[in-house]
């Protein structure tokens, strides 16, 4: 199992010769946890109040591998072709990513965690962006209607979503319609890390789907309420594929 930012943050933090300790996962977006994971693991015990016992897992981190991962959590998108359209939903945008634009309804927000997460995690997102479109979101009940695109044209819709604010699933389900026809029913992004492996906790999820642009090289992408709370996007990426 792929773990999460939250559940390893600064709570062990006795050094060791010869090794870093990271508990927070920041350090290793888009890189598969097991390359990092070269001394060991350790468990610390405490009583706490009330006979309570806290665990911290603390990864042991060679100092050779860890000296790699200074750039590691600045992971970037992939090579794109030419007329790729990114959006940052919700935020300001940079690099490739226009700002949040195209789009009716909703409301900005952003990660108020306190952690970056690990969002580029390889068995969740096989295109992996920058994190600073990770950090913001538009969510409630939101319409994109993305103009500009070849008419007709064939392209690859990648959606991106990362729970920020619930944590657990159940809490967040909706589904997402892409030119009128729904592509995710009931989708809950914390059970789709979960059935990918993941435990839930800071984990990004990419959902990539072929659509066609309409007559006018318009793609729509809608975001309707579900069973649960309201629904929520990252990032949109409509990259050409002919």
């Keep these: 199992m792929i773990f999460g930012a939250e559940e390893h943050i600064g709570r062990w933090s006795r050094p060791e010769p010869g090794a870093e300790h990271y508990v927070d996962w920041r350090l290793v977006d888009g890189i598969d946890e097991r390359l990092l994971m070269k001394s060991r693991i350790g468990m610390a015990r405490s009583a706490g109040r009330a006979g309570r016992v806290a665990v ?21 998108a992939d090579d794109l072709p030419a007329g790729t359209v990114s959006i940052d939903a919700g935020g300001t945008g940079g690099g490739a990513f226009l700002p949040d634009s195209f789009f009716t309804g ?7 965690s306190g952690s970056t997460g690990n969002a580029n ?3 969740g997102v096989a295109h992996p962006i920058p994190q600073a479109q990770w950090n913001d979101y538009r ?5 994109y209607s993305v103009p500009g695109l070849q008419p007709g044209g ?9 729970e920020w604010f619930w944590p657990k699933a159940g809490q967040r389900v909706f589904d997402v319609a892409v030119n009128g026809e729904v592509v995710l029913k009931n989708f809950d992004i914390i059970k ?9 906790c800071f984990l990004g999820i990419e959902r990539a789907f072929d659509v066609v642009a309409d007559a006018t090289g318009t793609v729509t992408v809608d975001f309707h309420r579900g069973p649960a709370d309201q629904p929520a996007i990252n990032a949109i990426v409509l990259a050409p594929t002919a």
């Excluded at 911290?56 to 970037?76: C, D, H, N, R």
């Design 154 to 162: 064939s392209y690859q819709l990648r959606l991106y979503f990362l």
């Design 121 to 123: 995690w390889p068995r």
């Design 192 to 200: 789709a890390v979960v059935d990918n492996g993941g435990d839930g």
């Design 56 to 76: 911290a897992v603390v990864a042991s981190i060679v100092t050779a591998v860890g000296a790699g991962l200074a750039t590691a959590g600045a992971a970037q």
């Design 106 to 112: 909703g409301a900005a927000s952003a990660n108020a």
């Design 139 to 143: 969510f409630l009940e939101t319409g």
